[in-house]
Every structure is written in C-alpha cells, then in structure tokens.
Nanobody, 127 residues
Framework: HVQLVESGGGSVQAGGSLRLSCIAS????????MGWFRQAPGKEREGVAV???????TVGDSVQGRFTIAKDNAKNILYLQMNSLKPEDTATYYC??????????????????????WGQGTQVTVS
C-alpha cells in the first residue's frame, strides 16, 4: 500500500497563491503516476494535474497556466503550485497515485481512472 498525506491548504484571497504538498510513503516504487484532484461541494471530483514517473506532466484545462505540478523524487513529495487563484478553485484537494496499472486522465473534462491510493484531502478556500 501507499500512504499519502496532504498539507498546505488554507484560505486566500482571489489572485493569491498556495502550494500544496503531499508526502508519499509505503510501496511508492510501484506507482507510475501521481496526481492532484479536487472536489467542490455538490460537484463531482475532478482531476487537476498529473505527473508521470518520467516527469511528464498534464494539467487540466481549467487550471492551465495557473497551476503547476511537480515532484521531488528523492523525498517522495508531490507539489501543486497554485497561482492566480479564483473563487471557483475552492475545493478539497486530494493527492492520489496509481498502483502501477493502466490509468487515464482527460485534461478537458477532469475525468480520471486508475488512481488507487488517496490522501485525506486539504481544504482550499478562495474568496
């Protein structure tokens, strides 16, 4: 199993920035992709950005140009740098990872499959 613990959420004014972190532990060598997801009240969970083991990233259309995903492989920490935040970015943000099998992420719709392990989430509120 893989354990994921997010941090860095909080309240910020529109236009501000936050950086989320996710520490991964356990059988992290089995994963082939990590990502950030979010869920706003009354809405379905959507993918925000993913990063593959080779470092290639895909960012969702709704946050393109504002959010950046990165990973420190030595420390097993996943980051999400969020700039120019908007009220519609308000959500609980989750870190997730695959278990080494097939996975899918559509940056246009935010839909994703194949992510087996999830953190407990961190709240981001933009006003």
């Amino acid at each position: 199993h893989v354990q994921l613990v997010e941090s860095g959420g909080g309240s910020v004014q529109a236009g501000g920035s936050l950086r989320l972190s996710c520490i991964a532990s356990g059988y992290t060598s089995t994963t082939n992709c990590m990502g950030w997801f979010r869920q706003a009240p009354g809405k379905e969970r959507e993918g925000v950005a993913v990063i593959r083991n080779d470092g290639r990233t895909t960012v969702g259309d709704s946050v393109q140009g504002r959010f950046t995903i990165a990973k420190d492989n030595a420390k097993n920490i996943l980051y999400l740098q969020m700039n120019s935040l908007k009220p519609e970015d308000t959500a609980t943000y989750y870190c997730a990872t695959t278990s080494g099998g097939p996975w899918y992420f559509d940056p246009g719709t935010g839909s994703a499959t194949g992510f087996a392990y999830w953190g407990q989430g961190t709240q981001v509120t933009v006003s």
